[in-house]
């Protein structure tokens, strides 16, 4: 059954799930689907480097039809993929879109990177940024442009907090600081209570996107950072930027856009 009360909007809302390695990215998707494929109608799509592993764990999880599940093989540099080049994902969710006209919502994983990786407002309405306790309590310090303001962050696996020595409080408590106020949603797979919370923060958000009455925001680009290369030399990014070549690499160009990682991405078909 699809939500009512919610206004026809020519697009689904695009909402990205950023955050490091591990931390739980694919979880939250498979939980949002399982909670509100119901109520919505849902799309994914998965960015991973080198496999489709992430679309192929949330197909097998059973919680959504396996074809609106959809994966984007990345290459290197996963964050290129959701902000500086953002040409297949787009083309990704806009497939999918057209696919299963309409929408609600289309869920977009990015690959797993480091802490300040986050997704172009061109790709997607609105993002979540997920840390987990296993990573440490004082991440949620660290800041960065995803943990500062991305829409929602999440620290999740807080059935693990005790096992790890982490004060979820505190931990929610510095990430609240570093966002200045923004929301902040302590999750466990385990506690519905919190799994309720993030559904009504998905469903608001779509609420608020089909209203018009949310506005994209980038939370900026990533720090700068390096890129060991094929030949023994690193490759510096400085998001956000122009950046020459001066020399041969392995990198692939698309006309009009700035860059994408290392092998030419693409969107393997759908699974069937
Ligand atoms: N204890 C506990 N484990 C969790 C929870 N959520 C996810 N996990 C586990 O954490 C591990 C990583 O979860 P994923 O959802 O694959 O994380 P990810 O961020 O998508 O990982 P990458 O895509 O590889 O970056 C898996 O073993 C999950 O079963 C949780 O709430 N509690
Ligand atoms: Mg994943």
Same mark, same amino acid.
């Given at each position: 059954?699809v ?12 909402l990205?799930v950023?955050g490091?390695?591990?931390t739980?990215?694919?979880s939250?998707?498979a939980l949002?689907c399982?909670?509100?494929s119901?109520?919505?109608?849902l799309?994914?799509?998965?960015n991973?480097?080198?496999t489709?592993?992430?679309?192929r ?6 919680v959504?039809?396996p074809e609106?599940?959809?994966a984007?093989?990345?290459g290197?540099c996963?964050?290129?993929?959701i902000?500086d ?6 083309l990704?969710v806009e497939?999918?879109?057209? !696919?299963? /006209? ?5 869920? @977009? *994983?990015?690959?797993?990177d480091?802490?300040? #990786?986050?997704?172009?407002p061109?790709?997607?309405d609105a993002q ?6 296993a990573?440490?309590?004082?991440v949620?310090?660290k800041?960065?442009?995803g943990i500062?303001?991305a829409?929602l962050l999440v620290?999740n696996k807080? !059935?693990l /907090?005790?096992y790890?020595g982490v004060? @979820? *409080?505190?931990m929610?408590?510095?990430?609240? #600081? ?6 902040v ?6 506690d519905?209570?919190?799994?309720d919370?993030?559904?009504?923060w998905?469903?608001r958000m779509?609420?608020?996107h089909?209203?018009?009455?949310h506005?994209p925001?980038d939370?900026g680009?990533m ?5 060991a ?6 490759h510096g990014?400085?998001?956000g930027h122009?950046?020459?070549h001066?020399h041969?690499h392995?990198?692939?160009?698309v006309p ?8 030419v991405?693409h ?5 069937g």
């Open positions: 059954m939500e009512d009360d919610v206004p026809p909007r020519a697009r689904a809302l695009r990205g950023a490091p390695v591990g739980g990215k694919s939250i998707i949002i399982r909670e509100l119901a109520q919505m109608r799309g994914v799509i998965t991973d480097i080198y489709d592993e992430d679309a764990f949330l197909r097998s999880a059973g959504l039809d609106r599940i959809r984007v093989e990345t290197a996963p964050h290129t993929a902000r080049d953002i040409t297949v994902n787009l990704a497939d999918l879109e057209r !696919d299963f /006209a309409p929408l609600d919502v289309v869920l @977009v *994983e990015s690959g797993g480091n802490l300040t #990786a986050t997704f172009s061109a790709l997607i979540i940024f997920v840390l987990d306790v990573g440490g309590g004082d949620a310090r800041g960065g442009p500062g303001r829409d620290v807080t !059935d /907090a005790a790890v004060d @979820v *409080e505190q929610v408590h510095d990430a609240e #600081a570093a966002r200045g106020g923004s929301e949603l302590a999750l466990s797979r385990h519905q209570d919190s799994v919370r993030l559904s009504g998905v469903r779509r609420r608020a089909a209203r018009g009455e506005i925001i939370p680009p720090a700068p950072h390096f890129h290369s094929g030949d023994g030399h690193e990014h400085e998001h122009e950046h020459e001066e041969e392995e990198h692939f160009h009009g856009a700035e860059h994408i990682g290392s092998s991405p969107v393997p078909p759908r699974a």
